[in-house]
């Protein structure tokens, strides 16, 4: 309880908030991080998985490839790739093990949420002489929204969490105040960045939820219905 009530005065004090390095700052930089590893992984991932689950060829292989990456630890693959010459150029070793880590469950999920669609549904839109485009967004995608969206906040949440390594190489993000911490044995600081990075996370993925609800494409269509009907 002592290290909580020390964390919560370390958080609750505004010189630790202010400035370049303050806690303000360091969340700044994690979230810009947050976001552009989880917009490039979904952009890698989501159109082969769409693609792939739309045609019902190679995907199995693709998804087991994927998922075998995370076998290995992304903290050994950013070491790796800051032992190369891609560690002069900043974050950049950072954002490619971040998207490494994302991809397999963006990519499983959206793969299988177009395999699982209603095959009769599917078959039944065919009949009716959709285009293989209009199947795809019409039907297959609607259909597998919500596992598409349980793919992206599970890599939304493990990415945030995982953007603390960013500070080991000398990156930015909250994992400098960990380190921070841990470097000059101040436990309240250690437990403080842990706690932001907590919070975080938690709050992603309440807004992706959120999202998920708000942007359901059946839901949409339920509303617009009456409309319609009228």
Same mark, same amino acid.
């Given at each position: 309880?002592?290290?909580?009530?020390?964390?919560?005065?370390?958080?609750?004090?505004?010189?630790?908030?202010?400035?370049?390095?303050?806690?303000?700052?360091?969340?700044?930089?994690?979230?810009? $991080?947050?976001?552009?590893?989880?917009?490039?992984?979904?952009?890698?991932?989501?159109?082969?998985?769409?693609?792939?689950?739309?045609?019902?060829?190679?995907?199995?292989?693709?998804?087991?490839?994927?998922?075998?990456?995370?076998?290995?630890?992304?903290?050994?693959?950013?070491?790796?790739?800051?032992?190369?010459?891609?560690?002069?150029?900043?974050?950049?070793?950072?954002?490619?093990?971040?998207?490494?880590?994302?991809?397999?469950? $963006?990519?499983?999920?959206?793969?299988?949420?177009?395999?699982?669609?209603?095959?009769?549904?599917?078959?039944?839109?065919?009949?009716?002489?959709?285009?293989?485009?209009?199947?795809?967004?019409?039907?297959? $995608?609607?259909?597998?929204?919500?596992?598409?969206?349980?793919?992206?906040?599970?890599?939304?949440?493990?990415?945030?969490?995982?953007?603390?390594?960013?500070?080991?190489?000398?990156?930015?993000?909250?994992?400098?105040?960990?380190?921070?911490?841990?470097?000059?044995?101040?436990?309240?600081?250690?437990?403080?960045?842990?706690?932001?990075?907590? $919070?975080?996370?938690?709050?992603?993925?309440?807004?992706?939820?959120?999202?998920?609800?708000?942007?359901?494409?059946?839901?949409?269509?339920?509303?617009?219905?009456?409309?319609?009907?009228?």
């Amino acid at each position: 309880m002592g290290a909580m009530a020390d964390a919560w005065t370390w958080l609750t004090t505004g010189a630790n908030w202010a400035g370049e390095g303050g806690a303000w700052y360091r969340l700044g930089e994690h979230v810009r $991080l947050t976001a552009a590893c989880l917009a490039l992984a979904c952009a890698i991932a989501l159109p082969l998985a769409l693609w792939l689950g739309h045609v019902g060829r190679g995907g199995a292989l693709a998804v087991n490839i994927s998922n075998a990456g995370r076998a290995v630890p992304t903290f050994a693959v950013l070491v790796l790739l800051t032992l190369t010459p891609l560690g002069k150029y900043g974050d950049l070793p950072t954002i490619i093990a971040l998207v490494l880590f994302a991809v397999p469950p $963006l990519l499983t999920n959206a793969y299988v949420g177009m395999r699982e669609a209603d095959r009769d549904v599917v078959e039944a839109a065919r009949g009716m002489g959709m285009s293989g485009a209009q199947l795809l967004t019409r039907v297959e $995608l609607p259909l597998a929204f919500p596992l598409i969206m349980t793919g992206v906040r599970s890599a939304a949440v493990q990415v945030v969490a995982t953007a603390t390594l960013a500070a080991l190489p000398g990156g930015g993000g909250l994992g400098r105040i960990i380190t921070a911490g841990f470097n000059t044995y101040d436990t309240p600081k250690v437990v403080a960045g842990a706690i932001l990075v907590a $919070l975080l996370a938690l709050l992603v993925e309440a807004l992706l939820a959120l999202a998920q609800w708000a942007l359901h494409p059946m839901r949409r269509r339920r509303r617009a219905l009456p409309a319609t009907v009228a």
